[in-house]
């Protein structure tokens, strides 16, 4: 696994206090409190609040559930909107939105997450680079993924079923299911996740996570 350069640890505080700035922004226009936000995520009030102002990091999982709890997407909260007329862009290596897959600073202990689509794009491209050996908790979210092996090695557990991927594999699946991915080589491995969503974010108001269990 490689260490993560003093650009990305960078990136990634910046990127973090941009997700603070605008999960309270969404917040604030469904005219919610931090106690609704908690209620309808079941995360603690007291943790979100850290999250708005920077000084905490939620895992990708609890991302997911507070994008989705204000109808948004976690890619949505890092990047902000998509060009809306459709012109090409490039997005550098240096450039992309970067964070750490776990709760925890970016180390070398640590996957690390990079963001080459950002905004509210029909898809999103993810890159992870160097997966820890174990896995982590599962993520589950709208729409449908692939999973490219760049390089070393990878285990991709999907719904409960573990199946091994070499460099040049490809799994593909709906993104409902429970998933998560770990190393399984001394290779520091690569995978880039291609995501496409089923529904576009939506500014019809939050949605609880009640709501979210009777869906899946």
Aim: negative net charge; hydrophobic residues 45%.
């Amino acid at each position: 696994m490689t260490e993560p350069s003093p650009s990305d640890v960078a990136t990634e505080d910046a990127a973090w206090l941009h997700v603070g700035v605008a999960i309270r922004q969404r917040r604030q226009a469904f005219e919610l409190t931090l106690v609704d936000l908690a209620e309808l995520t079941t995360l603690s009030q007291p943790f979100l609040s850290q999250v708005e102002n920077g000084r905490a990091r939620p895992s990708m999982s609890s991302l997911h559930r507070i994008a989705r709890a204000l109808r948004t997407t976690p890619q949505a909260l890092f990047g902000g909107p998509a060009a809306a007329d459709g012109r090409p862009s490039v997005v550098r290596h240096e450039a992309a939105a970067a964070i750490a897959v776990t709760a925890a600073p970016a180390t070398a202990a640590v996957s690390m997450c990079r963001l080459l689509i950002p905004g509210d794009a029909p898809f999103h491209v993810v890159e992870l680079d160097g997966l820890p050996p174990e896995f982590l908790e599962h993520w589950e979210h709208d729409g449908f993924e692939a999973a490219y092996v760049v390089a070393g090695e990878v285990e991709i557990e999907i719904d409960g079923e573990g199946t091994r991927l070499a460099p040049g594999d490809l799994a593909a699946y709906s993104a409902r299911l429970p998933h998560r991915h770990r190393s399984v080589s001394s290779v520091p491995a690569r995978l880039l996740l291609i995501e496409t969503k089923v529904e576009r974010v939506q500014d019809t108001g939050p949605v609880t996570h009640a709501a979210q269990a009777r869906q899946r």
